[in-house]
């Protein structure tokens, strides 16, 4: 890739120094201040020079700096610490010497419409190739995994960036988090988060950070991941009731797949439903969860959504919170027990 030499600028560090800026452990903040590595980041993208990069949690901007350089045809930053600002700006300033576009928006990413952040001119058909718009961001251990939750769900409605075809994300996560969403079936790190990320995208590991080369040090390494939405996902059901089963699999990922299934029943219907499921999917129930592939969980929500057609009660039952109100009844000696369902291993 083509690199901009942006005007002389202060290193991360004396900027740091500069304006006495530390690392806030209440926002999960650790500053990436190795330029080799933020590039190395970057290399694992695409092209960014005719593109639209939306980058989360900038901090003191060294994952912006690369970014910079590749002369994106805009650049959005979205950060929540406003200490921030003059630093940002600085980078804003320098970009526009050169003829760039730095927006910045301070704000939480969790609560941000990224529906109007793009222009039209970007959309692609979401079978067409992957559209000029990019997502990167150096997240916080705090945010990735919710984050990436609510963009899979974006993904799978076609929502935000994925209403202009099938933009691609770089981001990174705690390693074993990184080494979660890329788990393939039989790995022991296979979990909940395998299955939604690989339903709806591609997830590739690149490489892994050791926590030394951050500031402060973290006490776990960290891991680049990328994902590019698929053209066709691994599963046609809504995002809502793919994860809720997927969820309740992997509840007792150490048992039986068959145990998690039996908690999305009453316990008057469990043990008649889940086998049923099993008989419907032709799947046996004494298959481990980190067995299963995508397409045997998508065969059993299939199968969960037949049986919610035949017993609409079902839809409406919730083994936590059955729980929380059988655990209710026992520390506040209230007789709830004929309204929650008994509890069995």
Known sequence: MATLRLPPLPTIREILQLYKLRAMKNLSQNFLLNENLTDKIIRKSRNLEKCHVLEVGPGPGGLT??????????????????RFKPILEMLADAFATV??????????????????????????????????????????????????????????????????????????????VAERLVAEPLNIQRCRLSVMAQAWTHPVLHFVIPGKAFIPKPKVDVGVVSFVPLAIPRTKHEFHIFEKVTRHIF????????????????????????????????????????????????????????????HPEIN??????????????????????????????
């Open 99 to 176: 003829n760039g576009e730095m927006d910045i928006i301070f704000d939480d990413i969790m609560k941000v419409n990224m529906c109007d952040l793009f222009p039209t001119t970007k959309m692609k058909a979401w079978e067409d190739k992957t559209p000029d718009i990019y997502l990167m961001g150096n997240l916080p251990f705090n945010v990735s995994t919710p984050l990436i939750i609510k963009w899979l769900n974006a993904i799978s409605e076609r929502r935000g960036p994925w209403a202009f075809g099938r933009a691609k994300m770089t981001l990174t996560f705690q390693k074993e």
């Open 316 to 345: 409406l039952y919730e083994y936590r919170t059955s729980r929380k109100l059988l655990s209710l009844s026992l520390t506040q000696n209230i007789n709830v027990v004929q309204y929650v369902e008994p509890q069995s291993d």
């Open 251 to 310: 509840s007792f990922r150490q048992k039986y797949s068959i145990r998690g299934i039996e908690t999305l029943f009453p316990i008057y219907s469990r043990q008649e439903l889940s086998q049923t499921m099993y008989k419907l999917t032709d799947l046996n129930p004494k298959t481990r969860p980190m067995q299963l592939t995508v397409e045997d969980i998508d065969k059993l929500v299939t199968a969960y959504k037949y049986l919610i057609e035949k």
């Open 65 to 82: 700096r690369s970014i910079l350089k590749q002369h994106p045809e805009k650049l959005i930053v979205i950060e929540k610490d406003k």
